[in-house]
């Protein structure tokens, strides 16, 4: 499972420990990912995630799941999530 949320593709980033001394070690960075279970409101039905802390704020931000993913770039989502963003035009479509 690798570490990258699949709404916004952030992933680990890379930088230094300083210490007291000055002393640089390389370390990472890993974004907060959490398992979450998101409700579609078209497809009315939950679609489990891995994503940050920071697009859960963003998707409550937008108006939920299905909002969130017609203004997310095709580029930056997970497979998971774009076959999720595909299903949703097509019930739009035939709703």
Avoid at 3 to 19: A, F, H, I, Y
Avoid at 33 to 38: C, F, H, K, Q
Avoid at 52 to 60: F, K, P
């Amino acid at each position: 499972m690798s570490r990258r949320c699949e709404l916004t593709g952030k992933g680990p980033m890379t930088g230094n420990n300083v210490s007291h001394a000055n002393n640089k070690t390389r370390r990472r960075f890993l974004p907060n990912l959490n398992d979450v279970t998101l409700q579609s409101e078209t497809l009315n039905r939950g679609i489990k995630l891995r994503i940050s802390a920071s697009a859960l704020r963003s998707v409550d931000h937008r108006g939920g799941l299905d909002k969130f993913l017609m203004k997310a770039k095709d580029a930056e989502l997970s497979d998971t999530a774009l076959k999720v963003k595909k299903e949703i035009i097509k019930a739009q479509a035939t709703a």
